[in-house]
């Protein structure tokens, strides 16, 4: 993995569920890796092969793509209801 290091996927994996409200379980799981080595790598214990920091990476960008998407249907809600009320 050229663009992060582990150092910075392991930044990204400490904020990425406090920000988006997913658990630690579900992005382990979408990495496809377990949960207790998701929590060695978080806490600095183990590196990880760089195929799993890819499929991490990818499991972090969908998390907080899925929230984006969720914040954009809800901003968009919330704008037509203004606009139906107006």
């Known amino acids: ?34 949960r207790t080595r998701l929590s060695l790598f978080e806490n600095g214990h183990i590196d990880l092969r760089p195929e799993e920091l890819e499929a991490l990476q990818r499991a972090l960008r969908d998390t907080v793509g899925r929230r984006i998407s969720e914040f954009e249907l809800l901003s968009e809600d919330l ?3 203004a606009t139906a009320t107006a």
């Open 79 to 81: 704008a037509a209801s």
């Open 1 to 34: 993995m050229s663009d992060l290091n582990q150092d910075g996927i392991r930044i990204r994996v400490q904020r990425v569920p406090r920000i988006t409200g997913s658990s630690q379980y579900r992005v382990a799981k979408k990495a496809g890796m377990g």
